[in-house]
């Protein structure tokens, strides 16, 4: 009843193959980029920006990057962590080294070096998959992280051995560095994300992103049909790995202001894959559910002691969340295997017949 | 009516007595085994261009080997393959694809995630070039490229019946339709040779009937060759020209659908005899 497509008539290809064929769909979007861009900005305080939607924008790209590889070409990969350490570690060096360029392009170019390391470590895949692949990508990550460690060149030879964001400015703001403001640093985290997600969407939804998705359901099928399969996973790889490099600089960039290589460790991976997963694979929409769970909701559960009085220690308010969202990731898996984006699509299929059962 | 289906059934004969057919492929003494077992002794055939060629044979014949050596899954130990001619190189699976060899597989292979449509389309992968960039933009030439290939697999689509499903995911169809669209997906590439594992495998006999009326299209509109293997004899007898008959690896007749059903060999090799 409230999602209903009856009357929409497409009397072109081009208007049934667009990205949201459907009036509510298109008005929902422009609802949510209202919220962020209008909205969020006018009424946010800087707690809220910086601890709840700078961190959710950077690891929703983070994950659109993994679900690139591992939910459209179906590459398993647990290096996520290491390649955002590469995009942020590149990031650093390229702006250390060139102090005057714009950092946003430094940030956007870091994810060509990330791009080149992923494929490198995704050459593997051609000849093994699933479980197997993501035992070569942990390697990537435990490599990775030791070069963090270990070439003080990456860090500057920084004595504490972590990279500290300098003072930058751009379009005569100060963007990056302890004075930068959150409303600037949230409108450069906002921008690079929708505009990272948009195109994306325009890549998954031609021929490219098709091989990727026959490579996944089908690999011998799609080999037959014509698609190389060593370039296919090779690009899926460096588009993921330039996504996540991006994710990574701005982690570092307009959020942390400073990093060390524990920063970009396996936890952060497997953060980042239990959000695709909790999110759907194979889903942007997806990506950013997930993120939004994965981050938003403990930060918000550990506030619900503190805002109805009961007076708890600050640990066991730690340890409960833990368990809370623990338990939660387990009730959702089992309810819906294939994430919040199926959930929402059920949702929607509801929304449609309602008041009908069907 | 009486003379007019006499000049029916006499003028595929006197085409092709006027116009004898070119050669398409050609195997010869083609053998592979993998490791001790062999799969497939001393094969020699053809595929001429137009025709409806079968492969039959009892189970683990290897006549799915057979259809792997020719697009280039399985390489022969020994043996040539003529292609269009020109003697075929050992190359990729991916290298048959753009030569002009499409298939379908005896367990249905479609691209499960994807729709129907999606499914159609990748059949078009390989003469879709706009590169990654365009990709990006999509607005312009990767648009345009695309709501072209759109408007052939439409057509695709229409021939087949399936307007219905345009959009569903295939996972959720019944083996029947499935089975059409990997039929669809296959001439998305428009190939000049079509091989089809077991097109009819587990279908009903309605179903059946369907098949056999694409394939005879396929074959009669898009003069597309093609191969295809079946158990099922009748839709065998009826469909094919020529009909190639393997038993354990090897041949053991060759010829016109009637020509085969009188062979005592291949009545041997499908009662069993006594060896």
């Known amino acids: 009843m409230f999602y209903r497509e009856a009357g929409q008539f497409k009397t072109s290809y081009k208007a049934d193959q667009a990205l949201m064929p459907i009036l509510q769909d298109r008005v929902g979007l422009l609802v949510i980029l209202a919220i962020a861009f209008v909205v969020i900005p006018v009424f946010a305080n800087d707690f809220f920006l910086t601890s709840i939607m700078i961190p959710f924008l950077v690891f929703s790209l983070a994950a659109i990057g993994l679900n690139v590889l591992t939910g459209f070409c179906g590459q398993l990969s647990l290096g996520t962590g290491a390649f955002m350490g590469v995009g942020a570690y590149a990031a650093y060096k390229l702006t250390t080294i060139f102090p005057d360029a714009n950092v946003i392009v430094m940030v956007l170019l870091s994810g060509v070096f990330s791009a080149a390391i992923g494929a490198i470590f995704g050459l593997p895949s051609l000849r093994i998959k699933g479980l197997y692949l993501a035992v070569t990508t942990l390697a990537a990550q435990f490599f990775l992280e030791w070069c963090f460690i270990r070439i003080g060149w990456l860090y500057n030879y920084n004595a504490s051995g972590a990279i500290e964001i300098p003072h930058r400015e751009a379009f005569g703001l100060v963007v990056s560095g302890a004075e930068a403001t959150p409303i600037v640093r949230y409108f450069i985290v906002l921008c690079i994300t929708a505009g990272i997600a948009f195109l994306m969407a325009n890549v998954l939804r031609g021929r490219i992103g098709r091989s990727w998705m026959m490579i996944r359901d089908m690999d011998i099928a799609a080999e037959l049909m014509g698609i190389r399969p060593l370039q296919t996973k090779l690009l899926a790889f460096a588009v993921s790995s330039y996504i996540c490099g991006v994710a990574g600089a701005m982690m570092v960039f307009f959020w942390l202001n400073a990093a060390e290589p524990s920063s970009y460790s396996i936890a952060l991976s497997f953060q980042i894959l239990f959000m695709v997963i909790l999110g759907g694979l194979g889903s942007l929409g997806g990506a950013f559910m997930g993120a939004a769970f994965i981050w938003i909701l403990p930060v918000f559960l550990k506030f619900i002691p503190g805002t109805i009085g009961i007076d708890v220690a600050a640990e066991t308010v730690e340890h409960v969340t833990f368990m809370i969202v623990g338990a939660l990731i387990i009730f959702f898996l089992i309810v819906e295997p294939h994430g919040f984006a199926r959930l929402w699509q059920i949702a929607k299929q509801k929304l449609r017949v309602w008041p009908f059962p069907y | ?275």
């Open chain 2, 1 to 275: 009516m009486n003379a007019f289906a006499t000049e029916m059934s006499a003028e595929p004969a006197s085409v092709a007595e006027a116009v004898p057919r070119e050669e398409l492929l050609r195997v010869d003494n083609v053998s592979l085994s993998f490791g001790g077992v062999k799969a497939i002794t001393d094969i020699s055939f053809d595929i001429l261009k137009g025709e409806i060629r079968a492969i039959i044979g009892p189970n683990g014949a290897g006549k799915t080997s057979m259809l792997n050596v020719i697009n280039g899954f399985y390489h022969p130990q020994q043996g040539t393959i003529t292609w269009q001619g020109k003697e075929r190189r050992k190359m990729k699976p991916y290298e048959a694809a753009s030569q002009g060899i499409a298939r379908t597989f005896q367990n249905v292979a479609l691209f499960k995630g994807m729709t129907t449509l999606d499914n159609i389309m990748s059949g078009r992968s390989l003469k879709m070039h706009r590169n990654f960039f365009w990709q990006l933009i999509w607005r312009g030439p990767a648009e345009r490229e695309e709501i072209e290939h759109r408007k052939k697999v439409e057509e695709i689509i229409d021939f087949l019946e399936i307007q219905a499903i345009r959009k569903t995911p295939v996972g959720r169809l019944p083996y029947g339709l499935q089975k059409r669209v990997e039929l669809g997906r296959a001439l998305a590439m428009e190939p000049d040779l079509l091989l089809l594992d077991e097109p009819m495998a587990g279908m009903n006999l309605e179903e059946k009937e369907d098949m056999s009326r694409f394939i005879i299209d396929v074959n009669q509109e898009f003069g597309t060759t093609i191969a295809l293997i079946e158990h099922d004899m009748g839709v065998v007898m009826d469909l094919s020209d020529r009909v190639v008959v393997l038993d354990y690896g090897k041949k053991i007749a060759d010829g016109p659908p009637e020509d085969v059903q009188a062979n005592q060999n291949v009545i041997d090799a499908y009662l069993g005899v006594s060896h």
